[in-house]
C-alpha cells in the first residue's frame, strides 16, 4: 500500500503566502477527490513568533472564493521537515535559497518553487502581500492557484501512484 503523498508550502513569516497555498491546495485535492490521499502543511523560513493566526486579509481573500485556511497557526520550518514531505514549494526565490541552505543534500531534490507549475508566464515567484493592501492579496490568491492547478496537472501526482477520479 502506498503511504500518503505529503506536501509543504513554505514563505517567510507563514502568515499570508504560504497558508494561502496550503488553504488553495487542500481545497483542490478535496473537490478533486484526493484530500485523503494528500497530506498538506505549512511552515516559514524567519517565523519570529510561532502561533500566529493566518493574516486576516488573507483569509479574508480565500473566504470570499469559497476556501477555508482552517485555523492554521505559523511555524518554523524544521530539520525533519525535509525528510518527512515528499514535495517542499518555496513561494519565491529568496524563500528557495533559505530552504537550499539549511536542506540536507540528500533532501534537495524536494525543494523547488511552486510557480514552476504555473503556466508560462516568467514568474520567479509569488509576491509577498504582506505590506500592501487587500488587491494584493487577491493578486496572489490567483498566482497560488494557478500554481497549484498546474502541481495537479503536473506528472507529480501519477509518479506517486495516485490518479485523479
Not at 534537495?108 to 514552476?116: F, G, P, T
Request: charged content about 25%.
Amino acid at each position: 500500500m502506498m503511504s500518503r503523498l505529503s506536501l509543504l508550502m513554505v514563505c517567510r513569516h507563514n502568515i499570508c503566502r504560504s497558508p494561502m497555498a496550503e488553504g488553495l491546495m487542500r481545497h483542490a485535492l478535496k473537490h478533486s477527490g484526493l484530500g485523503w490521499k494528500v497530506k498538506v502543511a505549512s511552515a516559514g523560513t524567519h517565523v519570529a513568533v510561532s502561533g500566529q493566526r493566518t493574516d486576516e486579509r488573507a483569509r479574508t481573500v480565500a473566504s470570499e472564493h469559497g476556501v477555508k485556511l482552517g485555523r492554521g497557526r505559523s511555524r518554523a520550518i524544521k530539520p525533519r521537515d525535509f525528510q518527512r514531505f515528499d514535495y517542499i514549494f518555496a513561494m519565491d526565490q529568496e524563500n528557495l535559497a533559505d530552504l537550499l541552505e539549511i536542506c540536507p543534500e540528500a533532501y534537495c531534490e524536494k525543494v523547488q518553487l511552486l510557480v514552476d507549475f504555473s503556466g508560462p508566464g516568467g514568474l520567479v515567484g509569488i509576491p509577498d502581500p504582506y505590506y500592501g493592501n487587500l488587491n494584493g492579496f487577491e493578486k496572489v490568491f490567483h498566482l497560488v492557484q494557478e500554481a497549484i492547478d498546474g502541481v495537479l496537472e503536473n506528472e507529480v501526482f501519477p509518479k506517486m501512484g495516485i490518479v485523479r477520479p
